[in-house]
């Protein structure tokens, strides 16, 4: 039976790194070592237990990770009681690797095991031993409640986790694993009790909300209309949303919920070009790209729409470079994401 006092009312820190999914990731991590008795604090020096929260999409993700373990060393020479792990993408990609390369990490838990994190701790505390577990639970029905310890005005809610599409420079796939998602019931349970709480506006996260398929064959759009429809919630959020994924229904559903659906959609094109996109595997054109733009402005008019752009794909020449920027005129994003 797991010891309900393992954090003896010392303090938690996390350090949080990457996208949404991260963020939200944190948040159920404190909320889990709460419950056993850890307190949140704003500063390493302050607590007992250090996580960080990696992800792999930057550059020199693994770097960042040695860095950041590297500078709690002697803070842990001179508290004995102080352990220190790595959880995120980071820690999904390398694994008992990192407990190798970083001496002073005690724990290393990968993207499905973040439920476990009490036991981990635990037994980091109550053994000499290096702990690892990362993992992949494919095939398990994705299940979780959305744990928020003070609720705010806005709040995330993961509706899938994972990804299938294989775009060649990511690697989501390999750190996040196989696409599942949440069931329609559970999630209209879940927000349910996040507006009793006085939560008004939740952000659907998945990698691909698009592609969203619950238990009963409801997508995306079925989704969207029935929080809108079923549950008191002011404001609905989505991100992320895949280009050809994105339906006509979507649209429709979009404009009929105006009132409470934002009129924000961030659609990631990551190149103007169609050679490019093939090399990247995004599963569209240019011209597909720009008939799903056209499609949702006519539907959804006054729509905010942003981007996410690569710069120097591998291979990319001059004149496909030109094409993307021949793209942002074209569409006229409100904002754009841009890396290189």
Same mark, same amino acid.
């Given at each position: 039976?797991?010891?309900?006092?393992?954090?003896?009312?010392?303090?938690?820190?996390?350090?949080?790194?990457?996208?949404?999914?991260?963020?939200?990731?944190?948040?159920?991590?404190?909320?889990?070592?709460?419950?056993?008795?850890?307190?949140?604090?704003?500063?390493?020096?302050?607590?007992?237990?250090?996580?960080?929260?990696?992800?792999?999409?930057?550059?020199?993700?693994?770097?960042?990770?040695?860095?950041?373990?590297?500078?709690?060393?002697?803070?842990?020479?001179?508290?004995?009681?102080?352990?220190?792990?790595?959880?995120?993408?980071?820690?999904?990609?390398?694994?008992?690797?990192?407990?190798?390369?970083?001496?002073?990490?005690?724990?290393?838990?990968?993207?499905?095991?973040?439920?476990?994190?009490?036991?981990?701790?635990?037994?980091?505390?109550?053994?000499?031993?290096?702990?690892?577990?990362?993992?992949?639970?494919?095939?398990?029905?994705?299940?979780?409640?959305?744990?928020?310890?003070?609720?705010?005005?806005?709040?995330?809610?993961?509706?899938?986790?994972?990804?299938?599409?294989?775009?060649?420079?990511?690697?989501?796939?390999?750190?996040?694993?196989?696409?599942?998602?949440?069931?329609?019931?559970?999630?209209?349970?879940? !927000?349910?009790?996040?507006?009793?709480? #006085?939560?008004? @506006? &939740?952000?659907?996260?998945?990698?691909?909300?698009? $592609?969203? /398929?619950?238990?009963?064959?409801?997508?995306?759009?079925?989704?969207?209309?029935?929080?809108?429809?079923?549950?008191?919630?002011?404001?609905?959020?989505?991100?992320?949303?895949?280009?050809?994924?994105?339906?006509?229904?979507?649209?429709?559903?979009?404009?009929?919920?105006?009132?409470?659906?934002?009129?924000? !959609?961030?659609?990631?094109?990551?190149? #103007?070009?169609? @050679? &490019?996109?093939?090399?990247?595997?995004?599963?569209? $054109?240019? /011209?597909?790209?720009?008939?799903?733009?056209?499609?949702?402005?006519?539907?959804?008019?006054?729509?905010?729409?942003?981007?996410?752009?690569?710069?120097?794909?591998?291979?990319?020449?001059?004149?496909?470079?030109?094409?993307?920027?021949?793209?942002?005129?074209?569409?006229?994003?409100?904002?754009?994401?841009?890396?290189?």
């Amino acid at each position: 039976m797991l010891n309900q006092n393992i954090g003896q009312g010392e303090g938690v820190y996390i350090s949080t790194y990457g996208c949404q999914m991260n963020v939200n990731d944190t948040e159920r991590m404190l909320s889990l070592l709460e419950m056993v008795n850890f307190v949140p604090v704003d500063a390493p020096e302050k607590a007992s237990l250090i996580i960080i929260n990696s992800c792999s999409v930057r550059e020199k993700p693994v770097h960042k990770v040695h860095s950041e373990a590297g500078k709690y060393r002697q803070m842990k020479e001179k508290n004995p009681r102080l352990r220190i792990g790595v959880g995120g993408c980071v820690a999904q990609q390398e694994k008992a690797k990192l407990l190798k390369d970083v001496p002073v990490l005690d724990f290393v838990f990968g993207t499905d095991a973040i439920d476990q994190l009490p036991e981990l701790v635990a037994r980091a505390y109550d053994t000499n031993e290096k702990v690892v577990s990362a993992r992949f639970e494919n095939e398990k029905p994705y299940s979780v409640e959305t744990l928020v310890r003070n609720p705010g005005v806005s709040t995330f809610v993961n509706i899938a986790k994972g990804c299938d599409n294989f775009c060649t420079f990511c690697v989501v796939p390999f750190t996040r694993g196989r696409e599942r998602s949440r069931t329609l019931k559970e999630l209209v349970s879940d !927000i349910n009790a996040l507006t009793a709480r #006085g939560v008004k @506006e &939740v952000t659907l996260l998945g990698q691909n909300v698009n $592609s969203y /398929e619950s238990d009963c064959g409801a997508d995306f759009a079925t989704l969207l209309e029935t929080v809108a429809r079923d549950t008191s919630i002011e404001r609905i959020r989505y991100t992320t949303s895949h280009p050809k994924d994105f339906d006509q229904h979507l649209v429709n559903i979009s404009a009929k919920y105006r009132a409470k659906i934002c009129d924000y !959609i961030h659609l990631p094109a990551q190149s #103007g070009n169609t @050679e &490019v996109l093939a090399r990247m595997n995004r599963g569209y $054109s240019r /011209e597909q790209y720009l008939e799903k733009v056209k499609m949702i402005r006519d539907g959804i008019p006054g729509v905010i729409l942003t981007t996410d752009l690569i710069v120097g794909f591998p291979g990319e020449t001059a004149e496909q470079f030109m094409d993307t920027l021949s793209l942002i005129k074209e569409v006229r994003y409100d904002n754009i994401y841009a890396f290189k």
